[in-house]
């Protein structure tokens, strides 16, 4: 089975604090996905990479940078977190290119103070 | 990119009933709509998908129908379980290779 890993379930922080959230994938998926869910707003894409070094940005990426530099590893980086940046951050993965199926993480609830 | 759109927001059932959710699509090249369920305190999980080649697909209790004609997919749940409570997404690609462009959820209860 496909495990999606984020290192933390739940994460205070203060505002202005750099944040890192890492996510580790143990089956040697090429892409990678960094999602934000909101009540009301669904699943809305931070970035995403389709190998290591790579990264495209997805609907939301202001606030947020990514880093890939192994490939099991994609790290989602808030250079300084906001209030408005509170929520529950999601990673996945999914085999290669043009593969759609997704495997997720449990996520990191990550409140902003 | 492409634009899903998924009603309703919240759906209640009583256990043994059916339950069905409605996706919209915008992009005619989507070929491709899988539908994820989400338990508290997990991350989403696929639990059925259908390719546009086929107009529906069933497994055991849940089934998902395609209308490509009119840009929309469904998913069916028959014989509702109090463990069938979770938020369904559905999901279609755009012109991104790999990408997924989700609907905003739909929180199911199933009511014993």
């Known amino acids: 089975d496909v495990k999606v890993t984020q290192s933390s379930r739940y994460l205070v922080k203060r505002t202005g604090e750099k944040v890192f959230l890492e996510c580790v994938q143990d089956?040697?998926?090429?892409?990678m996905f960094w999602y934000r869910q909101d009540p009301g707003l669904g699943l809305r894409l931070i970035y995403f990479?389709?190998?290591?070094?790579?990264?495209e940005k997805g609907d939301i990426p202001e606030g947020y940078s990514v880093s890939r530099e192994k490939k099991e590893r994609f790290s989602l980086i808030l250079e300084s977190a906001s209030t408005n940046q509170t929520s529950m951050y999601l990673c996945?993965?999914?085999?290669?290119?043009?593969?759609?199926?997704?495997?997720f993480g449990p996520g990191t609830r990550l409140t902003v103070t | 990119g492409e634009n899903v759109e998924q009603h309703p927001s919240t759906l209640s059932v009583q256990e043994g009933d059916s339950a069905v959710i409605k996706c919209t699509y915008s992009?005619?090249?989507?070929?491709?709509f899988p539908w994820y369920k989400q338990e508290l305190g997990k991350g989403p999980q696929l639990i059925i998908d259908?390719?546009?080649?086929?107009g529906e697909k069933k497994d055991q209790r849940i089934a998902v129908t395609l209308n490509k004609t009119a840009k929309h997919f469904s998913l069916h749940i028959t014989e509702t379980q109090p463990e069938d409570s979770a938020v369904y997404f559905c999901?279609?690609?755009?012109?991104?290779?790999?990408?997924?462009?989700f609907g905003r959820g739909t929180q199911l209860t199933v009511w014993p």
């Open positions: 996945a993965s999914s085999l290669q290119g043009g593969s759609y199926e997704q495997y």
């Open positions: 089956m040697d998926h090429e892409n």
């Open positions: 990479s389709y190998d290591v070094k790579m990264k």
């Open positions: 992009d005619s090249a989507s070929n491709y």
């Open positions: 259908i390719r546009s080649n086929v």
């Open positions: 999901a279609a690609p755009g012109t991104t290779l790999g990408r997924l462009y």
